[in-house]
């Protein structure tokens, strides 16, 4: 249900030209217009924007509204409105601004980042101007140095929205519209153009990379990882889907686990590692044990672990400074399910995310967890959807749960007993019967009256295991 100040936003915004209005409701109509679909208010919205900093990706929230094509206009609107406001500052003796896009359009040549009739040649072109007939070096040393404007934002690039981010990166580099990357995301791309557009973005801003569906193998890994040190406050590395396969040791994967471990190791600000989808099979210890500093966060998600990777891990540094912990994927209904008691133990006093989804546990695998799962106090988010759990274990789950103060959502699996018929103990998630609507539904009143009845309507129990994405459970 919209708030009373959202609803008297969207009758604002229904209106052009806009009244005059206090600053701190920009943002407000800004978000009523792009839902609304009203470009050219948006166009004056930015062109009036009061502050100094305008975060797109904020104020819409919702990326699945970026899929609508009237959205695709507004988006359009905006950056053409951000770059004609940029030029007007750039005009501006000793003006420097600040302006924060958001992850918008790298992926989609339709809603382009610089758009074509307003490039970064353009601004360059229009500075050289205004020193004609100057030339040589004593233009250089008596053209006064050039305003410039910093654009920070979150880049995500493809193949096909490659060519566009490699020449506004590599063209604007010495212009006044500076391009400063914070989160650099790259989708099914070579390690040449991947290293291409790392080599282009400046080494002082940049603090996530996520390289995902890349298909890179160690090989390509160990080509675009010695880039990376170049970037002192890189804070996440994201490799999942990087077809990395150490199952089977040969000379040439021993080879490529140590450089990778090595490369590793000099990132001396890593805090987050993602190598989900990576079988590492007995290898973690090999893989991590160069890193410099404890990680928080270290997401492993179908990566065939064994034993001796969770032994490792509970007896490491980082076990009593993780804070998320993905470990989706793996079967704990065999020899992983003492194992993860034991890392547990070592995370509990500092884990706030848990994700234990599709891990075949039955209601014997969670009774066994759940006295340690209650030692992790500071707990936000747990993860056990996919898992064969009857809706008496949730029940119990949830109960003894309660007690946990910031727990604030538990994404739970459709209970056994909901299926008609129920299928086996300790099958696979994705179950072939279709799920009972409304013993579903029953189960779901169940979960709900339980917490009314404790007083905690803050916590959040759901089988829906997407859409949560832009909720801050997990902030480092």
């Given at each position: ?30 978000q009523a ?8 208010v ?15 990706q ?18 359009q609107?905006?950056?053409l ?16 601004a ?14 382009p ?12 072109r ?23 404007v ?64 890349n ?10 990882l ?37 490369q ?25 044990c ?38 989706s ?54 993860g ?9 274990v ?42 009972d609507?409304?013993?579903l ?7 709900y009256?339980?917490?009314a ?24």
């Amino acid at each position: 249900m919209d708030s009373l100040l959202f609803l008297c936003a969207r009758r604002v915004v229904a209106q052009r030209p806009l009244p005059a209005l206090p600053a701190d409701l920009h943002p407000v109509l800004f978000q009523a217009a792009f839902l609304d679909g009203r470009p050219l208010v948006l166009r004056d919205l930015v062109a009036a924007w009061p502050f100094p900093v305008l975060n797109f990706q904020r104020l819409v929230g919702r990326r699945e509204l970026l899929r609508d094509h009237p959205c695709k206009l507004c988006v359009q609107a905006v950056i053409l409105a951000v770059v004609a406001q940029l030029r007007r500052q750039l005009e501006e003796p000793g003006h420097d601004a600040r302006w924060v896009l958001g992850s918008v359009g790298m992926g989609d040549t339709s809603v382009p980042a610089v758009p074509p009739s307003v490039s970064v040649r353009e601004f360059q072109r229009r500075a050289s101007k205004r020193h004609k007939g100057r030339s040589g070096a004593a233009t250089a040393a008596a053209a006064p140095q050039t305003p410039g404007v910093d654009v920070h934002a979150d880049l995500f690039v493809n193949g096909t929205s490659y060519g566009i981010l490699r020449d506004a990166l590599q063209t604007g580099a010495a212009g006044p519209l500076r391009l400063k990357c914070r989160e650099f995301q790259a989708e099914e791309l070579s390690a040449s153009g991947i290293v291409a557009l790392l080599e282009s973005l400046d080494p002082s801003f940049l603090r996530r990379v996520d390289l995902r569906f890349n298909n890179l193998g160690l090989a390509g890994l160990s080509v675009i990882l010695p880039h990376l040190s170049r970037f002192p406050e890189l804070r996440s590395l994201k490799l999942q889907y990087s077809n990395v396969d150490v199952r089977r040791p040969t000379p040439e994967s021993a080879i490529g686990i140590r450089c990778l471990a090595g490369q590793l190791g000099m990132l001396p600000s890593l805090r987050e590692l993602n190598l989900g989808s990576s079988r590492l099979s007995g290898n973690l210890r090999q893989i991590l044990c160069d890193l410099q500093a404890p990680l928080e966060s270290l997401e492993l998600a179908f990566c065939s672990l064994v034993p001796a990777d969770l032994a490792f891990l509970s007896q490491s540094f980082h076990a009593p400074a993780l804070k998320r912990l993905d470990l989706s994927g793996h079967d704990f209904s065999q020899g992983l399910l003492e194992p993860l008691r034991l890392l547990l133990e070592e995370t509990s006093a500092s884990l706030l995310h848990l994700d234990l989804m599709e891990c075949r546990m039955a209601d014997s695998h969670l009774d066994a967890l759940l006295p340690t799962l209650r030692r992790c106090s500071r707990l936000r988010f747990l993860g056990l959807y996919g898992n064969s759990l009857s809706t008496a274990v949730l029940k119990d789950l949830l109960q003894k749960t309660l007690e946990l103060p910031d727990l604030h959502l538990v994404v739970y699996p459709f209970p056994v007993d909901c299926y008609k018929p129920e299928p086996p103990p300790e099958s696979a998630w994705n179950f072939e019967e279709p799920v009972d609507e409304e013993l579903l539904a029953a189960a779901d009143v169940e979960f709900y009256q339980m917490l009314a009845n404790s007083g905690r309507t803050d916590l959040v129990w759901t089988s829906n295991p997407y859409g949560h994405g832009t909720l801050d459970f997990f902030s480092l």
